[in-house]
C-alpha cells in the first residue's frame, strides 16, 4: 500500500509539472500572438509587397519567428495536454484498481473531468466543425490557447480563430463523460463564416 500511495504521488506530482509546463506554453503563445497583434498580421497575412519585396510596414523577422514560434508551441501544447490527460487517467485508475481493464484511455472520473467553458449549439453540414468531428452538445474545455482558468468571454475565441485561418486548431471537449481531441481547421466554406459552428458560453446554456 505504501509503493502504491508512494506510485500516486509521484503521478500526481508529474501531473502538477506538466499543468505548469502548459501555463508556460500559453504565457508564450499570447506574447507570441501579441506580436502579430502589434504588426496586425494575421497567421497567413503576405510578408511580400505586390512587388515581392519585404513588406516595409511590419517587421518581417520578428512576425516570421512569431509564427514559427507560435506552430512549434502549439504542437507543444497538444502534446502537454494529451500527457495530462494520461496521467489523470492513471492516477485514477490507481485510486480505483477494480475499475474495468475495458475502459476507454479518454475516460475520467466525473470529478477529475475539466470545466468546460463553453458549449456546442450548433454544426451546419460540411463546415469546418462538421469536418473536425465536433458534434451538438460538446462543452468545450480548450480552444487553441484558450481554456476556463484564463477565458474573458468569447471573443477570446474570436481572436484564435482570426490569427489561425487555414492553420490547425487543437480542441479538447467533453462527450458523454469522456475527454476528447480535435482539430479544427478554420476556413471559407459554402455556409458563413470560417467555422459553421454556434458556440455558447457555459453560464448560457445552463440558464
Given at each position: 500500500m505504501v509503493i502504491l500511495n508512494t506510485m500516486e504521488k509521484d503521478l500526481r506530482?508529474?501531473?502538477l509539472r506538466l499543468m505548469a509546463e502548459k501555463e508556460k506554453i500559453e504565457t508564450t503563445i499570447r506574447e507570441?500572438?501579441?506580436i502579430l497583434e502589434t504588426n496586425r498580421v494575421t497567421m497567413n497575412d503576405p510578408?511580400?509587397?505586390?512587388?515581392g519585396f519585404p513588406r516595409q510596414d511590419i517587421d518581417v523577422f520578428q512576425v516570421r519567428h512569431a509564427r514559427h514560434q507560435i506552430i512549434c508551441l502549439q504542437n507543444d501544447f497538444k502534446n502537454v495536454m494529451k500527457n495530462i490527460e494520461e496521467g489523470l487517467h492513471r492516477i485514477h485508475a490507481k485510486s480505483n484498481p477494480d475499475s474495468s481493464a475495458m475502459?476507454?484511455?479518454s475516460s475520467v472520473a466525473p470529478q477529475d473531468l475539466?470545466?468546460?467553458?463553453?458549449?456546442?449549439?450548433?454544426?451546419?453540414?460540411n463546415s469546418p466543425a462538421d469536418e473536425a468531428g465536433l458534434k451538438v452538445n460538446d462543452s468545450l474545455v480548450q480552444f487553441g490557447t484558450v481554456h476556463t482558468n484564463?477565458?474573458?468571454n468569447l471573443t477570446d475565441i474570436h481572436e484564435v480563430v482570426k490569427h489561425s485561418i487555414g492553420q490547425s486548431i487543437n480542441v479538447t471537449a467533453l462527450r458523454n463523460q469522456k475527454i476528447i481531441h480535435l482539430?479544427?481547421?478554420p476556413h471559407t466554406w459554402a455556409g458563413r463564416g470560417?467555422?459553421?459552428c454556434e458556440i455558447l458560453p457555459v453560464d448560457f446554456v445552463d440558464r
Open positions: 506530482q508529474n501531473v507570441m500572438f501579441q510578408l511580400v509587397d505586390n512587388e475502459e476507454s484511455t475539466p470545466k468546460p467553458f463553453a458549449s456546442i449549439n450548433f454544426v451546419a453540414i484564463n477565458i474573458r482539430t479544427l481547421r470560417v467555422l459553421g
